[in-house]
């Protein structure tokens, strides 16, 4: 399928896999690479430009398709080297980059300079018409219904990205709640250029993850996930556990004079413990509503196959059928 996406990161199919904390290992961007969509490696995962070097040349050994890198810009105490990490890429030579969390403005000369693609994640209107206007090539529009963190505007895929449409000249993906065919065809239809997924692409073979996580998003269904840290305007939409369930309490009982530190116990460290040790109940990680429609845990090979024969026959047959009539 050709879409500007597609031609934009020299890619075979428009689907992307978004940065994930823990997940979005070179095993991970290369499996997905492979199969012809866009592979991301975690930046932050690594931490380091010296270790985000090495998981780069990682992935190259794995795959000689296209891949990117996710830089997650996040308030912080102590920030990461974010100019160590950006000057690491650029020297890699990968050629794509996903950035989310604050805007990206400052880094945007760097990375073009050296002709890197930038797509930015965002989840709102009002921000994906900001990346345009600082340059970015393109944006993933990241819905309600996502995995991880939403914002606070609660406004889900189907109003947002016709709304995104609307506004934007630069291509998007859909992001949140995006599974199989039907999802990359009703975001085709919506205007989206193709999609990103999270949380679907941890449900297969080569995720590099404990099989407990596999396991738990086979097993949830769209009931399953829960909004966190709402009252610190840092939402994050996870899988209940135990640890969710108290933090929820915690926040019920603290309401507005609840601080970070309140609730550090159940969401800061908690992603080696969860997606390498697979200690299900160590905290709160990032999960999407879509888990409900995750039935199995195929290959990303057979995935992304399955996804686009399918979306094939959704246009040719079913969607044909109704133009015809
Ligand atoms: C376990 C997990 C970790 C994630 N970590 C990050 C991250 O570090 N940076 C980021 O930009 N997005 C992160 N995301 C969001 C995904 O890149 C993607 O936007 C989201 O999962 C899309 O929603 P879906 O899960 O419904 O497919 C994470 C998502 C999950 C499920």
């Not at 805007?103 to 002709?115: M, R, S, V, Y």
């Not at 297969?204 to 399953?224: F, R």
């Not at 995750?294 to 995935?303: A, R």
Request: aromatic share 4%; net charge negative; proline share 5%.
């Amino acid at each position: 399928m050709k879409t500007r996406i597609t031609e934009l990161f020299g890619i075979e199919h428009p689907i992307i896999q978004g940065g994930m904390h823990y997940v979005g290992l070179a095993e991970m961007a290369a499996a997905v690479s492979n199969a012809g969509g866009l592979g991301i490696i975690t930046g932050l995962t690594q931490g380091t430009p010296e270790k985000l070097a090495n998981e780069i040349a990682r992935c190259r050994e794995m795959t000689d398709k296209p891949f990117g890198v996710n830089l997650t810009f996040l308030p912080s105490v102590t920030p990461p080297d974010y100019p160590g990490l950006v000057d690491c890429i650029i020297k890699s030579g990968v050629k794509v980059v996903e950035t989310a969390g604050n805007n990206p403005a400052k880094w945007l000369p760097q990375l073009k300079e050296a002709g890197i693609k930038v797509i930015h994640k965002c989840t709102s209107v009002r921000h994906s018409i900001k990346a345009q206007e600082i340059g970015c090539d393109a944006v993933s529009v990241d819905g309600f219904e996502c995995g991880g963190h939403p914002g606070e505007d609660d406004i889900p895929n189907f109003i947002l990205l016709p709304r995104a449409a609307d506004e934007l000249e630069i291509p998007f993906v859909a992001s949140g709640g995006m599974a199989d065919a039907r999802s990359l065809v009703a975001s085709l239809a919506m205007g989206a250029e193709g999609m990103n997924m999270g949380t679907r692409f941890i449900a297969t073979k080569e995720a590099p993850v404990h099989e407990n996580v596999k396991q738990a998003i086979l097993g949830a269904s769209e009931l399953d996930t829960r909004l966190v840290m709402r009252p610190l305007r840092n939402t994050e939409r996870v899988l209940t556990n135990d640890a969710v369930e108290r933090l929820l309490e915690k926040e019920k009982q603290l309401g507005a004079h609840i601080k970070f530190e309140d609730v550090a116990g159940e969401v800061a460290g908690v992603y080696p413990k969860i997606m390498t040790q697979g200690t299900m109940d160590a905290g709160a990680w990032s999960c999407g509503m879509v888990a409900g429609l995750v039935y199995d845990i195929p290959t990303v090979q057979e995935l992304v196959d399955r996804i686009m024969s399918e979306a094939d026959a959704l246009i040719g047959e079913r969607l044909a059928r109704f133009a015809a009539a």
